[in-house]
């Protein structure tokens, strides 16, 4: 009985990786059209490997518009294939068809999962949609931990540069690290991960990361074509769950999507198959 009580709990309540990465990432990019049905994908995964993830019902979502106005949207339930595993897994869609022009943000706040190394970690996500005319672009989903663009954040090519601030309850992070990962299209196997001179895994060539300065500015480059993501993690005290105490940690995700030099349309293998 207590074993079968243990496994319950891992598989209810114990996310499959350390610290997935909400991903919201729609096709062929993340422009839009008024009144020309936008779909966007929502789930779990670990980006730079191709990994996906089960994703539990997320606990708020809705669309920002360029006249920061809250419109409720519907998640409807989705499959993507684990490529590592051959299993499918639960994501979600968001169909969009929109009544007014300029930039749009879909925001998207987890609720608490708890990882492997045992910390409860709550995720907050966000891409942007530019319909025809540039205007928000800098709006605020109003997250505890978010990043602020100060570069357009849409319309990049090979090598695009993002300038960038992280904010804490509306104050700037200093010191604080923020990663920066390209969303594999396909699941890489061991074989297909860059290696060192050593022969070992090189993580830092998958996963770039950078510093805030004191006022919590940053800047990243963006090398390849395809959807990226930024990542910043911060600690948030104690909280209780299960009648256990963990560790709290929230981390804030910036989708941006970064278009090719050349003709080219990035397929990816774990999602469904869009018209």
Not at 102 to 118: A, F, P, Q, V
């Amino acid at each position: 009985m207590i074993f079968i009580l243990v496994f319950i709990f891992i598989n209810l309540f114990v996310s499959s990786s350390l610290a997935y990465k909400l991903f919201i990432i729609s096709f062929p990019d993340n422009y839009g059209k008024m009144k020309k049905e936008k779909i966007f994908y929502v789930g779990a995964a670990e980006p730079a490997f191709g990994a996906i993830y089960d994703l539990k019902p997320p606990k708020r979502f809705f669309l920002l518009t360029s006249d920061k106005k809250t419109i409720k949207v519907t998640l409807l339930r989705t499959k993507y294939e684990d490529k590592a595993l051959n299993l499918e897994r639960i994501g979600y869609k968001i169909q969009l068809s929109l009544e007014t022009k300029g930039d749009h943000y879909i925001c998207i706040e987890s609720d608490y999962y708890l990882t492997r190394d045992l910390k409860l970690t709550k995720s907050f996500a966000k891409v942007p949609l530019h319909v025809e005319i540039e205007k928000g672009w800098d709006n605020f989903c109003g997250f505890d931990l978010e990043i602020k663009p100060y570069t357009r954040p849409y319309g990049f090519s090979d090598r695009g540069i993002f300038w960038g601030q992280v904010l804490y309850n509306n104050k700037p992070l200093s010191n604080v690290s923020v990663e920066f990962e390209r969303f594999s299209p396909v699941f890489l196997n061991l074989e297909d991960l860059p290696k060192d001179s050593y022969g070992e895994i090189n993580y830092p060539y998958l996963k770039k990361t950078v510093k805030t300065n004191k006022d919590g500015f940053f800047v990243v480059s963006l090398e390849k074509p395809g959807w990226w993501v930024l990542t910043v993690k911060r600690g948030a005290g104690i909280k209780t769950f299960g009648n256990t105490s963990y560790p709290v940690e929230i981390a804030s995700h910036f989708w941006i999507y970064v278009f090719p030099s050349k003709e080219e349309n990035l397929k990816y293998n774990f999602l469904e198959k869009t018209p």
